[in-house]
T-cell receptor, first 114, second 114 residues
């Protein structure tokens, strides 16, 4: 069965520091992978997606993620954190096994300290 | 362009009652997805509708049901409400055709069951 694991329910970084949010997936077929961000009291917004083209995917707001098949990982990074990056981040995988569905990780809340 | 809209914003019900949640997709989108976001559990896939048909459902009991109307808007019905149904219910829409298209999320309906 497909699954998504996000390591760390909470991550805290200082403003200007590197942001690294970890995501590992399990999928028996090549996956479509996504990162979404959720600001307080809002729905989810797509940051970036991997669809089997380039393994390094660039998204909005300076975020990027690298697909590593050997590690079944799709970690999200940003070189320099900004206060406005404080939000909850969700990794997701879309598969067609057992019927199409998108499976989300439990989320990682990012705190940015001044 | 208007985004995905959901109504009501908040809904308070008592155990055993029925709840109806509504979603209007982005114009031109034919697929609608429903998710439950309970505290600490991330997003759980509920239902997927496309072109008026239920295409897939997640691991939820039959008292969770819905439908999609000819204008592609959708309703989620939850019968015989239980306390653990309290959650944020998110609706998302996407273009039809390629099922891996990006999903655009609404702000959600907060359901509280007392």
């Amino acid at each position: 069965a497909q699954s998504v694991t996000q390591l760390g329910s909470h991550v805290s970084v200082s403003e200007g520091a590197l942001v690294l949010l970890r995501c590992n997936y399990s999928s028996s077929v090549p996956p479509y992978l996504f990162w979404y961000v959720q600001y307080p009291n809002q729905g989810l917004q797509l940051l970036l997606k991997y669809t089997s083209a380039a393994t390094l995917v660039k998204g909005i707001n300076g975020f990027e993620a690298e697909f590593k098949k050997s590690e079944t990982s799709f970690h999200l990074t940003k070189p320099s954190a900004h206060m406005s990056d404080a939000a909850e981040y969700f990794c997701a995988v879309s598969t067609n096994t057992g019927g199409f569905k998108t499976i989300f990780g439990a989320g990682t809340r990012l705190f940015v300290k001044a | 362009e208007a985004g995905v809209t959901q109504s009501p914003t908040h809904l308070i019900k008592t155990r055993g009652q029925q709840a109806t949640l509504r979603c209007s997709p982005i114009s031109g989108h034919t697929s609608v997805y429903w998710y439950q976001q309970a505290l600490g559990l991330g997003l759980q896939f509920l239902l997927w509708y496309d072109e008026g048909e239920e295409r897939n459902r997640g691991n939820f009991p039959p008292r969770f049901s819905g439908r999609q109307f000819p204008n592609y808007s959708s309703e989620l019905n939850v019968n015989a409400l239980e306390l653990e149904d309290s959650a944020l219910y998110l609706c998302a829409s996407s273009l039809g055709g390629n099922r891996y298209n990006e999903q655009f999320f609404g702000p959600g309906t907060r359901l509280t069951v007392l």
